[in-house]
């Protein structure tokens, strides 16, 4: 057989040889693939359903279930029912792999406890430790209770509930004044005469006001008009 004859039907034989290797692999590829998917099953939704429903519904898939041993109080899903779930519903994943899951216990069950006569700050305390909410807070001023106490609650003590409205009183509403204008008046007298009045008044320092009768107010804090309470401090400063 001539050379040239030779070399053509080995390359044949190479091409033959390369094709019939190519779709082993393209086939072993496949098959793998097949398999890898028949392998894998959907995440089911079980959201909502009984725990022991649950973990039928994944077995079936050949999923187990893991449940977190802290149960989650939740207003709307019933006590015993999955709350939360891990994968989320839909994903794709390989069987024996877990589900995990968190159960409800249902609504809050806080026993309402007795805020009354008590101030805002330990009320507010009181109930934050207990997971109850203020809802919201009602106000009045009166001389017959304690300020800042809470006089009445909503609901009652011993009631289970998650939230509590407040009825608060802010204490008596003190007397105010507005303060005089004090500038060109003796500040001695003008002292004396608030302070028998019940205001704390000082005399605070002295300036040089050439023309000015000595003890002239030439300057005052607050400044006139200014509401002013017995509480207050009033600084004057005259002539000198």
């Known amino acids: 057989m001539p050379l040239r004859a030779r070399v053509w039907s080995l390359g044949k034989v190479l091409v033959l040889a390369g094709a019939l290797v190519a779709t082993f692999f393209v086939f072993a590829l496949v098959g793998m693939r097949?398999?890898?998917?028949?392998?894998?099953?959907?995440?089911?939704?079980?959201?909502?359903?009984?725990?022991?429903?649950?973990?039928?519904?994944?077995?079936?898939?050949?999923?187990?279930?893991?449940?977190?041993?802290?149960?989650?109080?939740?207003?709307?899903?019933?006590?015993?029912?999955?709350?939360?779930?891990?994968?989320?519903?839909?994903?794709?994943?390989?069987?024996?792999?877990?589900?995990?899951?968190?159960?409800?216990?249902?609504?809050?069950?806080?026993?309402?406890?007795?805020?009354?006569?008590?101030?805002?700050?330990?009320?507010?305390?009181?109930?934050?430790?207990?997971?109850?909410?203020v809802a919201s807070v009602s106000e009045f001023r009166s001389p017959d209770y304690s300020a800042d106490a809470v006089v009445s609650q909503d609901p009652a003590p011993g009631s289970r509930a998650p939230s509590v409205s407040l009825l608060l009183n802010r204490g008596e509403q003190a007397t105010t004044y507005v303060m005089p204008d004090l500038i060109g008046v003796h500040g001695e007298l003008a002292a004396e005469a608030m302070r028998t009045q019940g205001f704390r008044v000082s005399i605070v320092g002295s300036q040089p006001y050439p023309g000015l009768p000595e003890g002239t107010v030439v300057r005052q804090q607050p400044p006139g008009g200014f509401e002013v309470g017995p509480w207050d401090s009033i600084s004057l400063e005259v002539s000198r």
Do not use: F, H, K, Y
């Not at 994903?91 to 409800?104: E, G, L």
């Not at 006569?117 to 009320?123: I, T």
């Open 34 to 133: 097949v398999a890898l998917r028949s392998r894998e099953v959907q995440v089911p939704d079980l959201v909502g359903v009984v725990v022991d429903d649950a973990a039928r519904a994944a077995a079936e898939l050949g999923l187990a279930l893991r449940v977190d041993p802290n149960p989650r109080p939740d207003e709307a899903v019933p006590a015993g029912r999955v709350l939360l779930q891990e994968p989320v519903p839909g994903v794709d994943i390989r069987r024996q792999r877990t589900i995990r899951v968190w159960v409800s216990s249902g609504p809050p069950s806080t026993v309402m406890p007795a805020l009354v006569g008590q101030s805002e700050r330990s009320a507010r305390l009181r109930v934050s430790e207990e997971g109850i909410a």
